[in-house]
């Protein structure tokens, strides 16, 4: 059931469901012709409606970069998986629990004799990781530490040696789709060469999965490989249109960014989209001009710099922008990198045929954004805010839709939601901005306190912070009710000076003791002992006793600055931890502090 939702704020990532439905389509179709089983990395997407997508187009199980991405796909019904990442034995109870929880099929992946040992009796399913040429991980091929690891996995001791496996991410590096189809077959020789060469010593090889978009989108053989695992192509992104494996209409993610600044005479404006949005990768630079992202529908303009909420797009020249993209004006820009990308966002705005979709059908308005309107009713009562069930026809538990990594953590949550594709107009149209926006532009004060943050670069207090009664100043630091990770939320006003005052002095006599301290014990030693040397020695040896009273009363001096400074520390470190107990206490008003 699809609903409708407000007015998207920026940065949005947006995905265009019509072009991932082909992408999908189209790499199913490719695997089928090449004779071997899809199996697609989940980590470009983390998401279970897209997932069960790709296994409506004939995907044979999902390939996952992280723990959390395999126990959230487990328990949202999809129970076969490879988690293709090098194992140490730490994670084995990880694997356990997810295994014993779901009952799900989870491979790992090995490229280390001891833990191939620690395996045994495990129960799993294991993979042994092959350099195909990337020599970022995996047993070199040729050499016998590869046949060590084989022979021990070979073995079986509770286990079970599923195959060898590769990544040829170089194949990224490739200028054009020749190149990268080079990269495909001498991944293939490497694979099938190495199978034959375990086979020869007596170990059997069941399967053999190869994979990166690149190489599947150029590759023209598979022969003797049986798996093949792309995860890129579901959404494309700018590098895959440089180095010629996609077309720029094939790009499945865009993110939607607002125009904030935009100077008179500039060549440049700025846009609400930066590193947090974007990422930081710098795309391929061996091919194409450098930029962090294209303006999509502006081949003038270029991502030229991120900062962390910043993004500077230049143009061409001045006159390429004057009287264009005012503050306000939205744009939409083609990510160097779809998976670093969606990773910054905690959902999808999807839009598809200009029209809303209700019911699993598009419309145009009418019945079904009414419904949109109205909401989503759930079986437990609450509307299903910014949610989509994808396969609306179908009974269903009375649960909200699960998303892929619910939580805060490697592998963030993509859940969907599906908007209307705006046109050139209401891009265009700056949105009206009252009083309440300009003082809370992120609306969080508006916002339901169970609802998760739209981006994970928004603030995380879900209250404004308490005012004082006019009657006395709020001095205390407050713990935020039900803040992400207990942010504490200062709330101490400027006007208090009396409070400065106080904090002031403080640390001004906490400095300060050390060197009173120190002074204090030279000088109380100088005036006890300065006409002991005469009265002891005699006026014949009184200068070098009192060369030695110096040294005596350097050493005091410096005794005592010791004890200030540990006095110091003790004294700062209770001053704190009675501040902190302070802050912890409830209110005895009942209001948050």
């Not at 991944?187 to 375990?198: P, S, T, W």
Request: overall charge positive; hydrophobic content about 40%; charged content about 25%.
């Amino acid at each position: 059931m699809i609903i409708e939702s407000p007015l998207v704020q920026t940065p949005a990532l947006l995905l265009h469901l019509d072009v991932v439905k082909r992408n999908v389509a189209g790499m199913a179709e490719r695997a089928r012709r090449l004779g071997v089983r899809l199996r697609p990395h989940a980590k470009t997407h983390k998401c279970v409606e897209l997932a069960c997508l790709q296994l409506e187009h004939g995907a044979h199980g999902l390939t996952v970069a992280t723990l959390v991405e395999a126990r959230e796909l487990a328990r949202g019904g999809l129970t076969d998986l490879t988690w293709a990442f090098p194992l140490d034995p730490t994670h084995l109870p990880h694997v356990r629990r997810i295994v014993d929880e779901t009952g799900a099929t989870l491979r790992v992946v090995v490229d280390d004799l001891a833990t191939a040992r620690a395996l045994a009796g495990s129960g799993l399913r294991v993979w042994l990781k092959v350099d195909c040429g990337y020599h970022r991980a995996g047993v070199d091929p040729a050499s016998t530490y590869a046949l060590e690891v084989g022979r021990e996995l070979a073995r079986e001791r509770g286990l079970v040696f599923e195959g060898i496996l590769s990544h040829s991410g170089h194949a990224y590096r490739t200028a054009n789709k020749g190149e990268a189809a080079r990269v495909a077959e001498e991944e293939r020789r490497v694979m099938v060469g190495f199978a034959e060469r375990l086979r020869g010593e007596g170990i059997a090889v069941r399967e053999i999965s190869v994979g990166s978009t690149p190489s599947m989108a150029a590759v023209e053989d598979l022969t003797g490989v049986t798996e093949a695992r792309p995860g890129n192509y579901v959404f494309y992104d700018r590098t895959m249109v440089l180095i010629g494996c996609c077309a720029p209409e094939d790009v499945g993610v865009t993110v939607l960014a607002s125009v904030v600044s935009h100077q008179p005479g500039a060549s440049h404006f700025i846009v609400d989209a930066g590193a947090l949005a974007l990422s930081k990768d710098a795309g391929p630079g061996h091919v194409g001009p450098p930029a962090m992202g294209a303006v999509k529908g502006h081949p003038e303009l270029s991502v030229a710099t991120l900062s962390q909420e910043h993004g500077l797009i230049r143009a061409e020249s001045r006159a390429t922008i004057e009287g264009r993209f005012q503050v306000g004006e939205r744009i939409e820009i083609i990510p160097n990198h779809s998976c670093l990308t969606v990773a910054h966002f905690d959902e999808y705005c999807v839009v598809e045929d200009g029209g809303w979709r209700t019911g699993g059908e598009s419309r145009e308005g009418g019945d079904g954004a009414a419904a949109g309107r109205r909401g989503a009713r759930l079986g437990d009562g609450r509307t299903a805010a910014h949610r989509v069930r994808r396969d609306a026809g179908a009974p269903r538990a009375a649960t909200p839709p699960r998303r892929v990594d619910d939580c805060v953590g490697r592998g963030r949550a993509r859940s969907l939601r599906f908007i209307r594709v705006p046109d050139a107009t209401e891009l265009a149209a700056p949105r009206a901005r009252g009083a309440a926006d300009l003082q809370d532009p992120s609306r969080l004060r508006d916002r339901d306190a169970r609802r998760h943050r739209l981006a994970a670069h928004e603030p995380r207090g879900l209250h404004p912070p308490p005012t004082a009664p006019p009657d006395r100043p709020l001095r205390r630091a407050g713990v935020v009710r039900r803040a992400a990770h207990g942010n504490l939320q200062l709330c101490l006003p400027l006007r208090d000076e009396g409070a400065m005052r106080r904090v002031m002095l403080r640390h001004l006599l906490l400095a300060a003791l050390p060197l009173v301290l120190g002074v204090a014990a030279g000088q109380g030693f100088w005036l006890t002992q300065k006409q002991s040397c005469s009265r002891l020695v005699g006026p014949l040896f009184a200068a070098k006793c009192h060369g030695r009273q110096l040294e005596y009363q350097g050493l005091f001096q410096t005794v005592g600055t010791a004890t200030g400074s540990l006095l110091a520390t003790l004294v700062g470190g209770w001053l704190e931890l009675r501040r902190r107990r302070v802050v912890q206490q409830p209110d005895p008003t009942g209001e948050s502090s």
